[in-house]
């Protein structure tokens, strides 16, 4: 499978301000104003990964996920457009995210993703806001995704083996 480095139609990476003071600090996350139009997230989660461990890469047929990486801890972010309609198919992108450099990304259906905590000894955070159910309604539904551990494809060996 080849691959060539450049932006994906449809994938929005924004900085998140944060406003820090003696008490600490706050990031505003994402607000329904400066999300991509009819976007409207519908539950949101939370997960902290251990150092050195990689999430995805997986893809969703329906579902659009907003990340927001802002720490504890680093992530090297990586994507790629695997839908054949797109003008940007087969295009890769790559980014750090978390606490050196607060992002959102917000990635539509399609679009394959995964990240790893590149931080060295802190477990790492992400916050996720998609716009669909998680299982569906009630949990009754077939999970909305299609898995790329197994598959044997050179994007995925390249980003298991990365900076062990």
Same mark, same amino acid.
């Given at each position: 499978?080849? !691959? /060539? *480095?450049?932006?994906?139609?449809?994938?929005?990476?924004? *900085?998140?301000?944060? !406003?820090?003071?003696?008490?600490?600090? =706050?990031?505003?996350?994402?607000? &329904?104003? #400066?999300?991509?139009? %009819?976007?409207?997230?519908?539950?949101?989660?939370?997960?902290?990964?251990?150092?050195?461990?990689?999430?995805?890469?997986?893809?969703? *047929?329906?579902?659009?996920?907003?990340?927001? !990486?802002?720490?504890?801890? %680093? !992530?090297?972010?990586? =994507?790629?457009?695997?839908? +054949?309609?797109? /003008?940007?198919y087969r295009c890769c992108?790559?980014?750090?995210?978390? @606490?050196? %450099?607060? &992002?959102?990304?917000?990635?539509?259906?399609?679009?394959?993703?995964?990240? /790893?905590?590149?931080? @060295?000894?802190?477990?790492?955070?992400?916050? #996720?806001?998609?716009?669909?159910?998680?299982?569906?309604?009630? @949990?009754?539904?077939?999970?909305?995704?299609?898995?790329?551990?197994? +598959?044997?494809?050179?994007?995925? =060996?390249?980003?298991? +083996?990365?900076? *062990?």
């Amino acid at each position: 499978m080849e !691959f /060539k *480095k450049g932006e994906i139609e449809g994938v929005v990476i924004e *900085k998140l301000i944060k !406003f820090s003071d003696e008490r600490g600090f =706050l990031i505003e996350t994402f607000r &329904i104003d #400066n999300l991509p139009d %009819n976007l409207q997230p519908i539950m949101s989660y939370v997960s902290y990964t251990r150092p050195g461990v990689a999430r995805g890469p997986h893809e969703h *047929k329906e579902q659009t996920d907003i990340f927001c !990486f802002m720490g504890p801890g %680093n !992530f090297k972010i990586k =994507l790629w457009d695997n839908r +054949k309609e797109s /003008k940007t198919y087969r295009c890769c992108m790559e980014i750090i995210g978390g @606490k050196d %450099n607060s &992002i959102r990304v917000v990635v539509p259906p399609g679009v394959v993703h995964g990240y /790893k905590n590149i931080s @060295k000894e802190v477990d790492g955070m992400v916050l #996720n806001y998609p716009d669909k159910l998680y299982r569906g309604w009630g @949990k009754k539904e077939e999970v909305d995704e299609i898995r790329h551990e197994d +598959k044997e494809d050179e994007f995925y =060996l390249d980003f298991i +083996k990365e900076d *062990k």
